[in-house]
């Protein structure tokens, strides 16, 4: 429990408007975290400062906080820390056409960031496949990826550099605004995806792109979830240029259903979800072309997106894909799972099976265009012999990765999922090494304690 001088303190920094410490004002923020005692809103990077040197001074966890919706857990705080939003830190301040570079503050919403830079005919790739209220904070912190990753990269390829505050209360600036910057260590890349273990960014520079002239946006529906994955291997072996591959299974198909989200046929046993672009010429010329081979691979039927809006719902009903899985049951045990893009047919054929063998209730659905895909279990951990299943399911999901080259490979990081069944294979990276990295930039270890101990297992 906090003390009410540390509160007091806190709001003598930010304002007393903007230190949260009662339920209603905890629950009309949606805060996930039912144990969290104070949640603080910093205006500007000195208030983001000061906030954490006096967070450091009297060694109190502080977990940095975007709008909450990654599915990893790792903005979810406990009793006796400060939850430190970032949700009025929410300014574009700059977009140039002439340099492709935006500056951002980290509580700015990427779809409000999608369309800014569209207007101006500039194009952001990353995004977040779960949901685009997702903040740029919480997408850097998270390393998203996103639907795109496929043809552009995930967030990772777009960080140029950024202001972050360090528990020390001193302001760290790092990376530039040029292209090219080789001067020192690519701190920039250290913070991307450090979820808040190291400090909190308050301004990001980020690379931008023309925006594509066209996109097309088509629906290959297969009977069996494998041949959907292996059609997608067959587009990428053939070079035909996709910027989205996206599968999903029967079972994820029939959890939109029930929630009145599905555009796809009722019956499907999967679909593959593509999107192609470039030029009007170009874009229309590679989904014929990738139709061909979904066809060649079995694929019942074929359609595509006359409109805009009618490609809209389709990729709604992806990013969706979790959310309405995540009701199935108490519980959902999410996991990445990754192989080279030549096993991924095997892989999905793979989890099929154990869905028939082990009577799990398992979804698939994923970036299967990358060989990253998510198996997410619905799960009553009330169940003994469920998690007992489940536990039996995830360690032959090891066991078949091993085979075919792969690895659980979360691309957020261990957050929630850290307390999962599936971590079996440890990465060889000395956390030694990672422990001092984390000392030498946060020595009393208050920044987001929570994901330090489960990704130090």
Known sequence: MLSPELI????????????????????????????????????????TAEVLQLASKEGVPVVPRGSGTGPSGGSTAREGQVVLSTARMNRILSISSDDLIAVVEPGVKLDDLHRAVEERGLFYPPDAAVDRAATLGGTI???????RALKYGGTRNYVMGMKIALPSGEILRTGATTLKCVTGYDLARLFTGSRGTLGVCVEIYLKLLPLPEARATTVAVFNRARDAAEASFNILEKGIGVSVLELMDRTTLRALAAQGRSPFPNDAGAVLLME?????ASAGTRAVEAAKVCRACGAVDMRKAETPRAADVLWK?????????????????????????????DLVG?????VEIEGVSMAVFGHVGEGRI????????????????????LGKIAWELHSLGGRFGPERGMGLGGTSFARRNISSESPDLARRVKEAFDPKGIMNPQVQRVESR
Do not use: C, F, W
């Not at 304002?15 to 039912?34: P, S």
């Not at 912190?141 to 639907?147: A, H, K, M, P, R």
């Open 8 to 47: 007091s303190r806190l709001t003598d920094i930010v304002g007393g408007d903007h230190v949260l410490d009662g339920t209603e004002d905890l629950l009309a923020r949606a805060d996930r975290a039912a144990e969290v005692d104070v949640v603080v809103e910093p205006e500007n990077e000195r208030q």
């Open 374 to 393: 998510h198996p997410a279990i619905s799960a009553d951990m009330g169940d003994e012999q469920e998690i007992d299943r489940i536990e039996r399911t």
């Open 276 to 280: 192609t672009d470039g030029t009007a």
């Open 141 to 147: 912190g998270e390393s998203t990826s996103g639907l």
């Open 350 to 354: 793979a989890l099929m099976a154990l």
């Open 317 to 345: 009903a992806r990013r969706s894909a979790y959310p309405v899985l995540s009701k199935m049951k108490p519980a959902t045990v999410l996991e990445e799972v990754r192989v080279p893009r030549s096993g991924v047919a």
